[in-house]
């Protein structure tokens, strides 16, 4: 026992189980995780340790993907966490911004020493090697056993599915080796299924760098000095003030006072919007290609160079191929272009603001007055978030969008952009000024090529067939023709993501989960991929190791973070390269060969390598210098460098920061180069220019299979998008899912990471967002418990009534824990992908924003508060 649990011990004598729990963690969670008296004298043990100075405070990981990485540091006495606090390493000023913390972040201790960790490895009660009952999954109880015996369960499971069904057998829904370890160990092993999602970019997650963007168009707009250059900013659906956690509402809010006025196109008006008092264009999900369409129409027909100069030619002219008949790539096998298109030469349908409005449901007058904001003698940047893209059929978007930004040329000059605002690239792109250098941890090369797209993963384990298309992710470009395989899952094997929570069709996860022979989590708490499976590995949180973890760089140019390990491991978890290298052992393979050297050489090695830009603005030095001592106190192999700042004070610090102040060499603008000579300055598409019309494009989305594009962007209606809410769409009769929905990133969580936090939980509440007209109709007022349905399941909410969203649109935050009543069938948490449909098109999306449900007031009990459910605390 610690001095801080005996000191929170003695003044609590009277309580009689305190002093049974003798654990470390175990003292210190249930003071956490419960409440009570016990948390008040904790409260009290914890005051007097920060009072009287008996702690240190180290650099501690944010480590869940919201895109922050915002500065965390742990108050730590004897091992246990009493306080947080973020970023006071230098004064706030909005050119060298502090990088302060979230409520998330804050409340990271309660996580890491949360009452519902995961403490012991555990298998279900009626696990047995085999199955045993599987229809148990999800409902089980759990039974406490030894590492040795779960790893060999665990070994033995897999061992059988590769004998019997080949490693093919084996399924790791799971992002890639930056992030996951397991991958490497299951490549020496012989390799795994893995699948295809395209996530966060949506259609952007195909090669779109063959339209002559960037790969997946990240880092294509200007850097946060020349935001403030715009006249015009429009956030193309985005909310940074939710999603994209950090500094960006600041800097946004440093070009708004510059000047620039905002314009927010979307479904729903969000915070961000609010914020930054930005006009709204209405646009109702899947349907902004529509829209765009109707924008271009109306630039081609108003544009006059002598009394209205909308386009700017000369940009379309030299820098992209395939506007006009004039201008068409040579390596075009169809003799159609986007202009007559736009005009209606091919389908005789002009795509005026009439025609779309009535499918995007923009008003006409606010489609020509966007349209006229374009003009190219206005100072733009049109930034988009993915969430447009994140649409069934919205193939075209990426190219759409890149066109209307020609077109106006707003591209490659100062005050002018065309691009991303995602994650630390919302408000700020260039390249990174600090860099995360190398583990020196290579990948493995996969023996299985299987990779299913994940909106089918489930009802591809029950068919037992899915079609291939190769493993395109993350614009690796490796897209295949579509060929149908048999499949035959027996191991889900879940490492570094929570899949069958984050993919489409939960109910059919279950069902998934509930066929194969074997299902294997390493969580540190019980997510529903936990939750379903036979044997749950507790793993260690990134604040209990060293953490080289993949996710580390933000993506924030200006900063690095290099956070220390702040307490050894709670209870029984284990980091995942253990988990590796003790599976390694029982199944026969040298793991050194995928982790020659421990996790601590590893992130020595990581910080060796990063460096740091130069005042020259182009050249980079090593970040760290490195001495003799140094490599010899953290006991690891290494030779001595010169760098920017010295290790240890890099390491007390936990974060390096490049200063920026107005005309510093780190300013960038996107494709400067390649406006001012595109010849020279080639993109990656066959052309070597922007292509409005791509054959390659057309090509390779058409070989995927499921629908055939134009090599130029036109409107095709989404599948499950606002033409489908209609039984009849020429009379305008609505069908059995009226109401289109999406899942916005909300503050409480980093996807599902910490919705099981308490705090967050009362901090945030996560109701459905409802029109006010919609409620009204159904009789449904603030509050009240609302069951929202789809054709794959049901869910309960509490309303939030609003006037912000759309008629007939409606908005559930994306990534509450399920938790699926089995007498009702119904998820009371409102999970997102309970609803959402597990299908794909075009490219094989992650169509999240494009799904139809209906939803009425609950006439069952009314649901309780989230923050008054009970944790899932095991008791083993
Ligand atoms: N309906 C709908 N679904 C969506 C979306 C949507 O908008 N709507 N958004 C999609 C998007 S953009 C994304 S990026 C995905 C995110 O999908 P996921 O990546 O599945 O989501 P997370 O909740 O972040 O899950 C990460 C998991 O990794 C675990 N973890 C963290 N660190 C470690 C570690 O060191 N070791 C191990 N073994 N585990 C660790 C966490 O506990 C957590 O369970 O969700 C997608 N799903
Ligand atoms: N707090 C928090 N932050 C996060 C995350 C998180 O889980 N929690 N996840 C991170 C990750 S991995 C990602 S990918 C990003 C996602 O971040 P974003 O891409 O910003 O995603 P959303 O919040 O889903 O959507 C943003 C806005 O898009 C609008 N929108 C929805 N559908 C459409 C459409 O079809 N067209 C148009 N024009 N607008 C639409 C909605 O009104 C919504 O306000 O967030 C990151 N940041
Ligand atoms: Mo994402």
Known sequence: MTDLIKKIADKEMNRRDFLKTSAVGAAMLSFIGSGGALTQVANAAEADAVVNGEGKWIPAACWYNCG???????????????RQKTDDTHPDSPDFPQQRGCLRGRSMRTQVFGA???????????????????????????????????????????????????????????????????????????????????ASFGTYGWDVMRLGI?????????????????????LYGCNPAWSSLGSPSYHFWQAKKAGAKYVFVGPGYNDSADLLDAKWIRVRPGTDTAFLLSVAYVMITEDDQETNPIIDWDFLNRCTVGFD??????????????????????????????????????????????????RKDKRVSILHSFAAARCNNADDFPQLFMTIG????????????????????????????????????????????????????????????????????????????????????????????????????????????????????????????????????????????????????????????????????????????????????????????????????????????????????????????????????????????????????????????????????????????????????????????????????????????????????????????????????????????PYQITNPHYPRRGHTTFDNVPWVREAMHNPVFINAHDAAEKGIRDGDTVLIYSKYGKVLRQASVSQQLMPGYIELPHGTWTDIDEETGIDNAGSDNILCAPETTGCGVSGYNTNLVNFEKYNGEPLEADYLKPLRIINI
Not at 663 to 690: C, M, Q, V, W
Request: charged residues 25%.
């Open 68 to 82: 922050g990485r915002c500065y965390n540091a742990a108050y730590v006495v004897d091992n246990v966490v009493v």
């Open 325 to 374: 008949a004039d201008h068409m790539p040579a390596d075009a096998k169809l003799n159609e272009n986007f202009k007559d298109y736009v005009l209606g030469k091919y389908d005789g349908q002009p795509k005026t603001p009439e025609w779309a409005t009535e499918i995007t449901g923009t008003p006409v007058e606010d489609i020509l007055w966007y349209a006229r904001e374009m």
């Open 116 to 198: 519902d960790r995961i403490k012991y490895p555990m298998k279900r009660k009626h696990w047995e090697p085999g199955g045993g009952d599987k229809s148990l999954r999800g409902k089980d109880e759990w039974e406490r056993i030894s590492w040795d015996e779960a790893l060999d369960y665990v070994a033995v499971e897999m061992e059988t599915a590769k004998e019997k069904y080949g490693n093919r057998s084996i399924l790791v829904p799971s992002w890639g080796q930056y992030i996951d370890d397991y991958l490497r160990l299951l490549c020496l092993c012989g390799g795994y299924t893995t699948i295809t999602d395209t």
């Open 214 to 234: 960037l790969p997946m168009d990240m880092n294509s707009a200007n850097d946060r000095f020349d935001l403030k250059k715009s006249e015009t900013i429009v």
């Open 406 to 737: 020609a077109m106006g040329g707003h591209m490659g000059k100062s005050g002018h952009s065309c691009g991303v605002c995602y994650h630390a690239q919302s408000s700020n792109n260039g390249q990174s000024l600090v860099t995360a250098g190398s583990t020196g941890i290579g990948n493995q090369q996969n023996p299985v090529d299987d990779s299913i797209y994940g909106p089918v993963v489930w009802e591809s384990i029950l068919n037992e067939k899915y079609d291939f298309i190769g493993d395109y992710l993350m614009g690796s470009g490796a897209s295949a023709p579509r060929e149908s395989r048999n499949i035959d899952i027996r191991v889900i094997f879940h490492g570094t993501r929570n899949a069958l929570q984050t993919i489409p069709g939960i109910t059919k996860g279950i069902e998934a989960h509930r066929k194969v022979d074997f299902v294997v989590s390493c969580s540190y708490s019980l997510d529903a991929s936990a939750q379903y499976a036979d044997i749950v590995l507790p793993i260690s949180t990134q604040w209990e190791r060293h953490s080289s973890y993949g996710m580390l760089s933000s993506g924030n140019r200006e900063i690095l973070f290099l956070p220390s390990q702040v307490t050894e491991p709670l209870y029984e978890a284990k980091d995942d390269q253990w988990i590796c290298a003790e599976l390694a052992k029982r199944l026969g393979v040298d793991i050194t060969v995928a982790f020659p050297f421990d996790e601590k050489q590893q992130y020595f090695n990581l910080i060796a390598t990063s460096t740091v830009i130069k005042d020259d603005g182009t050249t980079y030095e090593p970040l760290a210098t490195i001495t003799a001592q140094d490599i010899s106190e953290w006991g690891v192999e290494g030779t001595p460098q010169q760098g920017r700042i010295a290790l240890k004070e890099l390491m007390e610090q936990g974060i390096y920061q490049v200063e920026r102040y107005e005309g510093d060499p780190y300013g960038s603008i996107a494709y400067k180069a390649f406006r001012e000579d595109p010849e020279t300055n080639r993109l990656h598409s066959n052309s070597g220019k922007l292509e409005i019309y791509c054959q390659a494009k057309a090509d390779i989305i058409n070989g995927m299979g499921f629908l055939t594009l134009k090599p130029y962007p036109s409107y095709i209606p989404a599948l499950n998008g606002y033409e489908q809410s209609f039984s009849d769409w020429e009379n305008k009769v609505k069908g059995d899912y």
